[in-house]
């Protein structure tokens, strides 16, 4: 089962920080290999004192209580801002040692998530000694505290010296990545892969924190992490003034990415997005907007796409005489340091960025994030906007101005985040705002709703399962009928079919194909592989049993999740909803298909639709359509029946009263 939510947390700042980035002292030990954090010598020798928030507090108590029932793999998500890096630093004394086991692995992704930790291990715990595995610096593995990066302690033979049994605690950092190849060695090292009951597992107990436990391509998080023991969304946060209120505008780009094809994480790929996105026009459109909306904000942050196009839009501010600067994963890292720090100390108002800003920021005073990217992906999304919610002296709020909100099905946008249209267009809107239109468009739904079926030439009838029918002039009707396919295709690249009872159906042109079904307990949504069996076999399907390739708890995740699988298994070009092929006109054998369940008169031409259109017709045919409507038809005319025996009945109860006269006796 998935498990879900959303991503990072960097430490908050405590009133009297100075702004700017820590050096850590390193003290290396006799070989060049190996090195080491020390506290400095001077000091209190017990753990830094800070005053935790209640829920600070309560997310410990949740994890030390879980622990104490005997689970072992658990998860916190926390929203951005919350003062991740404070919980679990405060965790790591509060988990007793068990067997003698007594050290704590921290473990990331990114070099400054690594530098964070450590440096909040050493403040809090003078008295340990505190390693670093990372790059050229080799942990001696015997430390109190060993910060790793998951990339170098997985190199080599660097896992090895790490012995499982002297280990109390692992912390995973931006744990939405736990289930990459990386973390799975790792874990399996420390024997926290495989358990029924984990009472009598001699591992350590693990934690993972991140402000999302949802991956876009689906892959199960539930593999790794058996609990979420605790949940703080950013909303709430907002509500309780943990975090800065935003406010957020929306603004319609004229982008076509329907030609821009997933990449391997299921998001847009990036070169391709670049072409459609990076444009002289669409540059000048973000520059203008920003002009408009937010040429009063101090610090801006944007987000781009690629490379070329952090150039080229910087380049564009600077046309309009607009001090902006830039930095990349190339940013050499003194240059990248000290633009962060001008940034922070306010030298300028843009800074324009792609993929570094996206986890482990800590930049407070950020009081505008502008979205110059487009994405599939609401995790990303909201790791975008989660830059902006840090509370700072001075700062009322963060203005969101999102510039992809209606470019094209599929795309997340800030109204998404409100279960709200993704092209809904905002202005001004602060989060109680976008609540408010969220409820006011539900109820204008319901009124449309309402409407809509006074219109109806005949109610609605709902049939056992997940589906309401319309009563059509003919199964014919039903099968062309393309509005269940809308909403999936809003979500997917792919062309999936709506075939009822909330299933949808996608197939491939070597007759294997994905259903993704509601599940029987009604609490999530299945994806089932089907496999055609080879020519020849005995069999009484044609089709191997079906496997069960991924669960969702909700359908845009199992969406996901069907679709990463399907770009696996499945030859691109018969599966994507926008292949030219599917708009050229049916083929004579697709028509001959759909005629044999047609009547003479009402027969189809090739000329009549396209291929991808006779298609989607000939899997709702074979998938069942067909049978529903034939279900449909004989429970309506047994209703029918029952209704004229009722009437006739009654009529031969009822006493027989003449119009006219009496007659008097």
């Not at 997340?412 to 267009?425: N, R």
């Amino acid at each position: 089962m998935y498990l879900f939510c959303q991503h990072a947390l960097r430490t908050l700042r405590r009133p009297g920080n100075v702004p700017g980035r820590i050096l850590l002292p390193i003290r290396r030990a006799s070989t060049a290999t190996s090195s080491a954090l020390v506290a400095p010598q001077t000091g209190p020798k017990s753990p830094l004192q800070i005053t935790l928030r209640e829920y600070q507090e309560e997310c410990i108590q949740s994890v030390l209580s879980y622990l104490d029932k005997g689970h072992k793999r658990l998860g916190v998500s926390l929203a951005t801002g919350s003062g991740k890096t404070v919980i679990f630093t405060h965790l790591i004394d509060r988990i007793p040692s068990i067997r003698d086991a007594s050290q704590t692995l921290i473990l990331a992704h990114r070099r400054e998530l690594v530098e964070q930790a450590a440096r909040h291990c050493m403040l809090a715990y003078p008295q340990k000694r505190v390693d670093i595995e990372m790059g050229n610096n080799h942990a001696s593995g015997a430390a109190d505290i060993t910060v790793a990066s998951i990339q170098s302690i997985m190199s080599g033979d660097r896992l090895s010296k790490f012995d499982p049994t002297r280990y109390k605690l692992v912390l995973v950092d931006e744990a939405h990545h736990i289930v990459s190849s990386q973390y799975l060695d790792l874990l399996s090292h420390f024997g926290l892969r495989q358990a029924a009951d984990w009472t009598d597992v001699p591992a350590p107990a693990l934690v993972g924190v991140s402000a999302t436990f949802s991956r876009f391509d689906g892959r199960k998080l539930g593999s790794v992490i058996d609990h979420i023991v605790y949940h703080r969304d950013y909303v709430d946060m907002i509500e309780e003034n943990w975090l800065s209120d935003v406010i957020f505008t929306t603004v319609e780009m004229k982008a076509d990415l329907t030609q821009v094809r997933p990449g391997a994480n299921g998001d847009f790929q990036t070169a391709a997005l670049s072409k459609v996105i990076d444009t002289e026009e669409t540059n000048d459109l973000v520059v203008k907007s920003w002009l408009s909306r937010a040429k009063e904000r101090k610090s801006t942050l944007a987000f781009c796409v690629d490379l070329s196009h952090v150039s080229n839009l910087t380049a564009k501010f600077r046309q309009y005489g607009i001090k902006a600067q830039f930095v990349t994963g190339d940013t050499p890292k003194k240059i990248r340091s000290a633009r962060v720090d001008a940034f922070r100390n306010g030298d300028f108002p843009v800074l324009l960025n792609c993929g570094v800003f996206t986890e482990g920021t800590d930049i407070p005073n950020i009081d505008c994030v502008l979205l110059a990217r487009p994405t599939k992906s609401r995790n990303l999304l909201v790791q975008m906007i989660g830059r902006g919610m840090r509370l700072h002296k001075g700062k009322q709020n963060c203005h969101i101005i999102d510039l992809v909100a209606a470019l094209s099905t599929g795309v997340v946008s800030t109204p998404t985040l409100f279960g709200l249209d993704p092209a809904e267009i905002v202005e001004n809107a602060d989060s109680q705002a976008m609540m408010e239109l969220k409820e006011r468009k539900e109820k204008e739904n319901e009124r449309e709703e309402a409407a809509a079926q006074v219109e109806k030439r005949s109610a609605a009838r709902k049939l056992p399962g997940t589906v309401t029918f319309t009563d059509y002039d003919s199964v014919h009707d039903l099968i062309a009928d393309t509005s269940g396919d809308q909403y999936i295709r809003r979500i997917s690249d792919f062309a999936w079919v709506g075939i009822g009872d909330g299933k949808f159906v996608l197939t491939t042109n070597g007759g294997n194909y994905l259903v993704i079904e509601p599940s029987l307990t009604g609490d999530g949504f299945l994806v089932k592989y089907y496999r055609k069996l080879p020519s020849g076999v005995k069999s009484k399907s044609p089709y191997a049993t079906p496997r069960i390739v991924a669960e969702g708890d909700s359908f845009e995740h199992a969406v996901h999740a069907a679709d990463t699988f399907a770009a696996e298994v499945f030859e691109y070009m018969w599966i994507s909803k926008s292949q030219s092929w599917r708009r050229s006109p049916a083929s004579q054998a697709q028509v001959d298909f759909l005629n044999k369940f047609r009547p003479e008169e009402d027969h189809l031409k090739p000329t009549d639709l396209t291929k991808g259109k006779a298609g989607d017709m000939i899997t709702r045919t074979k998938h069942g359509t067909r049978g529903k409507y034939d279900k449909a038809s004989t429970k309506k005319r047994i209703e029918v029946r029952t209704r004229e025996r009722a009437e006739s009945l009654r009529s031969k109860l009822q006493p027989q009263i003449r119009v006219g006269p009496l007659q008097h006796q």
